[in-house]
């Protein structure tokens, strides 16, 4: 039988492709052939991703060209950041940072990252009464958070939001993506060069402290400067573009402030903005789903389509704010999971509340329809949001 071809090109707002929803019901586990002409697996049931996610022996090594998101672009002196590790030098790398992400030092920085919301927020009702919310709230939030966190002085957030939105947009080529990595690398190394120097109250200062090998820690600090900001941001534009256009949701949002939290963790799995994450190259044959994966084949799990998998969520196309589904898989599962999904949570809790409560007439100033999506990924979003009050 010839190979399909498959797009991972978002077709609709918000469900995913027909064609995706097809294979997780007739082949869920398919050999393909993507638009761009990499072969590999996709995995489209939940279980299977589950299961992919959860075993080692589907690597993360994007050195390999045989990986699925080998990067053209890097080097032989490319030093590879967590996500794209193994054991055991993965283990040891999330060990020595993931005490920065416990849901305890999180919660010590929701005041700061309330006051920086209210911020924004002032700062867009004191201008017109319209604004692109991209750039007046769903950007500037996350970077200000993830600069604070790091250490970044703020005069320096234009810099990496622009190169590092060079870095993620699609129609980069190899080489402009590699040049973009690379100013970033400069300057994450320079910066981490200055914490030795003269030591802040931040995750880079502490690090280096606490003994971490400069190199690796320049390489977790650009991971985390793009990781940081730039998922965070295309969720909120597509929470508030979401809520604007589906009003009962926003009312029964705004009538019972409580349901947040799980309106936030339904959102994440209704978009599941970050699918690309989910490739691995399979390191030994292994049998998943009672199909037998060779060594060195690509693997893609289709976790858009796996988080509406109606044997693991009930009406899984339906928006529903009380499901309580923590069991998605927008943060990934396994060993790469997610490291600032907590973050990213509390980020987008206190952004919604706020902007709900703070502008109660607020509305889309173009139709739903009108506005522009990443359609193409990295990463789903909107690459602009014009909102008016
Ligand atoms: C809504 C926002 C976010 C989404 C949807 C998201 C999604 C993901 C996904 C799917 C992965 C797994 C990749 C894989 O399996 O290879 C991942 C890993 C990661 N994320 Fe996030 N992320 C978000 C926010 C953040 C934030 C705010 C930070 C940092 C503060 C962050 C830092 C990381 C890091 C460091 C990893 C790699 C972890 C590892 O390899 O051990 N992410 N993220």
């Keep these: 039988m010839a190979t399909p071809t498959i797009s991972l090109d978002r077709t609709d707002a918000y469900d995913p492709p027909a064609e995706h929803v097809r294979l997780r019901e007739d082949a869920p586990i398919s050999w393909v052939e993507l638009t761009d002409g990499r072969r590999l697996w996709v995995l489209t049931r939940h279980e299977d991703v589950r299961t992919m996610l959860g075993d080692p022996r589907f690597s993360s090594d994007r050195r ?7 990067m053209p672009y890097i080097g032989p002196d490319h030093r590879p950041q967590l996500i794209e590790m193994d054991p055991p030098d993965h283990t040891r790398l999330r060990r020595s940072v993931v005490g920065e992400f416990t849901v305890q030092r999180l919660a010590a920085l929701r005041p700061r990252i309330q006051e920086i919301t209210d911020k924004a927020i002032d700062q867009m009702l004191a201008g017109q009464p319209e604004a692109d919310l991209v750039e007046a709230l769903a950007l500037p939030v996350p970077s200000t958070v993830i600069s604070e966190l790091l250490g970044v002085p703020y005069s320096e957030h234009s810099f990496f939001q622009e190169t590092s939105a060079d870095f993620v947009r699609p129609d980069t080529t190899p080489e402009e993506k590699g040049a973009a990595a690379g100013r970033l690398k400069a300057y994450i190394a320079g910066l981490v060069e200055e914490k030795g120097k ?38 909120i534009s597509l929470c508030v573009a979401t809520l604007l256009d589906k009003r009962e949701r926003l009312s029964e949002l705004r009538d019972d402030p409580k349901l947040t939290v799980g309106a ?27 199909v037998l994966v060779r060594s060195g084949q690509g693997v893609l799990g289709l976790t858009n389509t796996a988080n509406r998998d109606p ?22 599962f396994g060993p790469h999971q997610c490291l600032g999904q907590n973050l990213a949570r509390i980020e987008l809790e206190i952004v919604l509340a706020t902007l709900l409560r703070r502008i109660p007439t607020l509305r889309l100033a173009v139709p739903f329809e009108d506005i522009p999506f990443k359609v193409k990924g990295p990463n789903y979003g909107a690459y602009e949001l014009k909102v008016a009050w």
């Excluded at 802040?200 to 400067?225: K, M, N, T």
């Excluded at 799995?269 to 699918?275: C, K, P």
């Excluded at 044997?311 to 990934?332: C, I, K, Q, W, Y």
């Design 198 to 235: 003269s030591p802040g109250d931040d995750l880079l200062s502490r690090q280096l402290a606490s003994g971490a090998d400069p190199e690796d820690l320049g390489a977790l600090g650009f991971l985390l400067l793009v990781a940081g900001h730039e998922t965070t941001a295309n969720m």
């Design 311 to 332: 044997s693991v969520f009930d009406s899984p196309d339906e928006l529903d704010f009380t499901r309580m589904a923590r069991n998605h898989l927008a943060f990934g």
């Design 64 to 70: 390999d060209p045989r990986h699925p998101n080998h």
């Design 264 to 290: 936030v963790e339904e959102l994440l799995r209704y978009f599941t903005i970050a699918e690309i994450g989910a490739a691995r190259l399979a390191t030994e044959d292994i049998e998943i789903g009672g």
